[in-house]
């Protein structure tokens, strides 16, 4: 089981066995890096080191990781917040050590519209439904490789 983010193609692949399925995703419009404050998406490998939200329903905004039992407004251009579920990463290298310090996730938004684009500041955005989809699908400890790009043949190696 792993899971593969592309950031110039804004894309999110996650595998398991002979099983893979894609997802569209938002990361940093900064771009990539480690420095924290910077609002960028941290490269490298990780593990997904808790899972937040079980039985949430989609749209629940989450703040300092707790829900608020607030439901956000999904919609094109929606304000950014944490919505549905969390997947927090820690970084397994000396270069992205501090990802967990930074609090980068993979996890909702109330800002659709924006997936596919590189809109947000560090974290890796999905659709509420996708979200859902996949952390149902992840198990704590999961790993997770976030690249800048991959190669067609990287991308077969990956999903085969």
């Known amino acids: 089981m792993k899971i593969m983010i592309i950031t110039e193609e804004q894309r999110l692949i996650f595998v398991h066995g002979n099983f893979h399925v894609e997802f569209p995703v938002s990361t940093s419009k900064y771009g990539e890096g480690y420095r924290e404050g910077s609002g960028k998406t941290p490269l490298g490998e ?51 050590s501090n990802t967990l310090d930074r609090y980068i996730y993979i996890h909702g938004t109330g800002d659709e519209g924006s997936i596919g684009t590189k809109a947000s500041i560090g974290c890796v955005r999905m659709n509420n439904d996708d979200i859902i989809e996949l952390f149902d699908m992840v198990d704590k400890g999961c790993r997770v490789y976030i690249r800048k790009k991959l190669s067609q043949s990287q991308r077969l190696k990956i999903i085969s």
């Open 46 to 96: 990780f593990e997904v080191c808790e899972k937040i939200g079980s039985g949430q329903p989609k749209g629940m905004i989450f703040r300092d990781r707790m829900p608020t039992g607030e439901i956000a407004e999904l919609e094109e251009g929606g304000k950014d917040m944490i919505t549905s579920r969390i997947l927090r990463l820690k970084g397994l290298q000396k270069r992205n």
